[in-house]
């Protein structure tokens, strides 16, 4: 079977879905998929964040790798490779391609929130996701939550969908003992995931325990911008605060192993990857009380209420884990279950049959 893969997101500073993209290409080696298919990796630069020893190939098509490039320069080398079938791990695919496409959809928050979204980049991002979801042949969602809404707002037919989990790789041993009273955060800077109110119940929590340090590592996607530096400043926490636009893998690790707390006050995800990350490395995740964080972490992280007093209830909760090894163990040994749910093998395995199911059809 040829494989297809848009792998525009294994280019620069691979974030969520190159990582999702890179995972499943590692799994795929480890089980020599790579030999029993073959695979051809498309970019329009040539992607940083290949496993070594992958045996593909690589097309580049030199371009800025937006939606006129997957529209026009990728669709056209799909038409003179004429693959079985093509696989898109980031929210659309080339509309027109010459062979049953895979479409993978993590969240619709774009539809649900436009809101949070500049106007053109908000539509560009629903009319592309949309007609890719209808024209796909099948469509893979990180959750039951994310499918439900991938259906509600783009009419798709739900037979056409399938609920593929996303996996963590954990570390090779866990730091164990008492953590340092580190408070982490690893993502995407978005309005919806309530930097503001992190920022706010550090600030108090900090006030007490000079020993409190805060990372913030991720891009600041912001929309009108937020300068979350200045933010930091306001409240004197320059000298217990770093903010980073991307760490290495080595870097981002070491920040999971050392945090006592991770804070994700996300109001919409159609996964939320990180807390798990951060689950697996010790840290016990603060999290909003949503749909998905049910359905995902189950009683592993402290769900919280978003309400008019979600800083005092976070700054509390902060507190508790940082202060009470007892309650951070509690939580750490309901982790073990719920990270037994998500193993890249699995997902792999699953897309895998999904690209099979797709060109087989």
Do not use: K
Not at 202 to 214: G, I, K, S
Not at 315 to 341: F, K, N, Q
């Amino acid at each position: 079977m040829r494989i297809a893969i848009d792998a525009r997101e294994l280019t620069g500073h691979p974030t969520g879905v190159g990582r999702y993209l890179s995972e499943l290409l590692r799994e795929w080696q480890a089980t020599g998929v790579d030999r029993r298919h073959t695979l051809r990796l498309y970019a329009h630069t040539m992607p940083t964040l290949v496993p070594p020893g992958l045996e593909a190939t690589v097309h580049v098509a030199p371009g800025h790798g937006g939606t006129r490039w997957e529209q026009w320069d990728f669709q056209r080398a799909l038409g003179r490779d004429r693959p079985d079938v093509v696989f898109a791990p980031g929210y659309t695919a080339p509309l027109a391609a010459p062979a049953p496409t895979v479409v993978a959809i993590h969240d619709v928050s774009f539809f649900a929130h436009p809101e949070w979204f500049a106007w053109r980049e908000g539509m560009r991002r629903r009319l592309v996701t949309a007609w890719s979801a209808r024209r796909a042949r099948l469509v893979l969602v990180p959750s039951a939550f994310s499918g439900a809404e991938v259906v509600r707002h783009t009419a798709v037919d739900p037979a056409r969908l399938r609920v593929v989990y996303l996996g963590v790789r954990p570390p090779a041993t866990a730091p164990a003992g008492p953590r340092a009273p580190i408070v982490l955060f690893v993502g995407s800077l978005f309005q919806r995931r309530r930097l503001d109110v992190l920022i706010e119940a550090f600030a108090r929590v900090a006030a007490t325990r000079p020993e409190a340090r805060l990372e913030i590592v991720g891009a600041n996607r912001t929309t009108p911008r937020v300068d979350f530096a200045a933010a930091l400043a306001a409240r004197g926490l320059d000298d217990r605060a770093r903010l980073r636009d991307w760490v290495d893998d080595a870097t981002r690790d070491d920040l999971y192993g050392a945090a006592a707390v991770f804070v994700f006050l996300s109001r919409y995800e159609g996964f939320g990857f990180t807390p798990l990350e951060a689950m697996a490395h010790g840290a016990v995740p603060i999290v909003l009380d949503t749909a998905v964080a049910r359905e995902i972490y189950g009683a592993s992280a402290w769900r919280v209420t978003d309400g008019p007093t979600l800083t005092h209830d976070v700054a509390a909760a902060m507190a508790a884990l940082i202060d009470d090894a007892a309650l951070h163990a509690r939580y750490r040994a309901e982790a073990a279950p719920v990270l037994a749910s998500y193993q890249w093998a699995d997902t792999a395995r699953r897309v895998l049959g999904c690209l099979e199911e797709a060109a087989g059809a």
